[in-house]
């Protein structure tokens, strides 16, 4: 065996180092230090060099989109699709439902994100034929139908599940649906009714609608709130719990101080601006709201 080296008084003693120039025992210094890497090298009882290495080199997301057609209740609907080609095997599908003003920008944009993530996205068309609105009176002509027949949330998210089915991307045993202010409404709606979804997300939603029975949810909901909310002031989030809670959900309610109505959309702010109308952008919430959006479909999906 090699005995160790070691540096010490002595071999700096024989090396006469006091005597050479500083230079010089800088070099001495580096050779010496090679030599004992080496030496440790060639002992068997030494701990060898890990000459492992950890790929930690991933796929740069390629995320694909395209604008589809389906059917709900005859009505010619306008969605969206978008995911990650690069990803392989079967995704998890995330269904996602927009705003009162309809299938704009913003809700495409959160798909491309849930793509970026690893999900198969579909944005659901609840007007039918791509209409949206451009003011608060025609968004509130839009969405009246289903606050007045709250079960049209199944029967319309319905048919964009199963379009969601028809993809080979999609792995239809793991659907899950969000749902932003309106599409809130619609997604705990839809869940309520007993809709196939293993989870379910509502960003500031309306709370009403059907009241929840036992046993026809079949996942989980997440609730994200504005603590600030006007439009879904505290006694209607109690009811929410407790009508939730009378039929044993599983569910979980986050309400985000500081937060009012649209909190994630970064337009909020201007719109509610120019219609004078108490919402506006929330960041620090939107971040938050999302980061618990994502934990929570890891979740409902891992089951």
Same mark, same amino acid.
């Not at 991933?58 to 010619?76: C, F, R």
């Not at 709250?150 to 048919?159: C, E, F, I, T, V």
């Not at 239809?172 to 309106?182: D, E, H, L, V």
């Given at each position: 065996?090699?005995?160790?080296?070691?540096?010490?008084?002595?071999?700096?003693?024989?090396?006469?180092?006091?005597?050479?120039?500083?230079?010089?025992?800088?070099?001495?210094?580096?050779?010496?230090?090679?030599?004992?890497?080496?030496?440790?090298?060639?002992?068997?009882?030494?701990?060898?060099?890990?000459?492992?290495?950890?790929?930690?080199?991933?796929?740069?997301?390629?995320?694909?989109?395209?604008?589809?057609?389906?059917?709900?209740?005859?009505?010619?609907?306008?969605?969206?699709?978008?995911?990650?080609?690069?990803?392989?095997?079967?995704?998890?599908?995330?269904?996602?439902?927009?705003?009162?003003?309809?299938?704009?920008?913003?809700?495409?944009?959160?798909?491309?994100?849930?793509?970026?993530?690893?999900?198969?996205?579909?944005?659901? *068309?609840? !007007?039918?034929?791509?209409? %949206?609105? @451009?003011?608060?009176?025609?968004? &509130?002509?839009?969405?009246?139908?289903? #606050? =007045?027949?709250?079960?049209?949330?199944?029967?319309?998210?319905?048919?964009?599940?199963?379009?969601?089915?028809?993809?080979?991307?999609?792995?239809?045993?793991?659907?899950?649906?969000?749902?932003?202010?309106?599409?809130?409404?619609?997604?705990?709606?839809?869940?309520?009714?007993?809709?196939?979804?293993?989870?379910?997300?509502?960003?500031?939603?309306?709370?009403?609608?059907?009241?929840?029975?036992?046993?026809?949810?079949?996942?989980?909901?997440?609730?994200?709130?504005?603590?600030? *909310?006007? !439009?879904?002031?505290?006694? %209607?989030? @109690?009811?929410?719990?407790?009508? &939730?809670?009378?039929?044993?959900?599983? #569910? =979980?309610?986050?309400?985000?101080?500081?937060?009012?109505?649209?909190?994630?959309?970064?337009?909020?702010?201007?719109?509610?601006?120019?219609?004078?109308?108490?919402?506006?952008?929330?960041?620090?919430?939107?971040?938050?709201?999302?980061?618990?959006?994502?934990?929570?479909?890891?979740?409902?999906?891992?089951?």
């Amino acid at each position: 065996m090699h005995k160790p080296i070691i540096f010490g008084p002595g071999l700096f003693t024989k090396l006469k180092l006091k005597y050479m120039r500083p230079a010089s025992i800088k070099w001495i210094c580096a050779v010496l230090f090679l030599f004992m890497l080496g030496a440790c090298g060639m002992n068997g009882s030494s701990v060898p060099a890990d000459t492992t290495t950890t790929d930690t080199t991933t796929e740069i997301p390629s995320i694909k989109t395209a604008d589809i057609l389906y059917k709900a209740d005859s009505l010619p609907c306008h969605g969206f699709i978008a995911y990650d080609e690069n990803r392989k095997g079967k995704l998890p599908v995330v269904v996602v439902v927009h705003e009162w003003w309809g299938l704009t920008d913003y809700p495409k944009s959160r798909a491309r994100q849930l793509a970026a993530l690893g999900y198969f996205a579909l944005d659901a *068309d609840m !007007f039918g034929e791509g209409r %949206v609105a @451009s003011t608060p009176a025609e968004a &509130m002509a839009f969405t009246k139908p289903y #606050y =007045t027949h709250p079960a049209l949330a199944k029967s319309r998210l319905d048919p964009a599940i199963e379009e969601a089915k028809t993809f080979p991307q999609a792995d239809t045993s793991r659907i899950a649906a969000i749902g932003y202010c309106f599409g809130g409404y619609i997604v705990l709606n839809a869940a309520k009714l007993g809709s196939p979804l293993a989870g379910t997300v509502s960003f500031h939603g309306d709370l009403s609608g059907v009241a929840p029975q036992k046993g026809v949810i079949h996942g989980d909901i997440l609730v994200c709130q504005g603590g600030d *909310d006007s !439009f879904v002031p505290e006694n %209607v989030r @109690s009811a929410f719990k407790k009508s &939730m809670d009378s039929v044993g959900a599983h #569910y =979980t309610f986050i309400k985000y101080t500081g937060a009012v109505h649209a909190f994630t959309n970064p337009e909020a702010t201007a719109l509610g601006k120019k219609f004078n109308l108490p919402i506006a952008y929330n960041a620090a919430a939107d971040s938050a709201s999302w980061s618990d959006m994502k934990l929570f479909l890891e979740s409902v999906f891992k089951k």
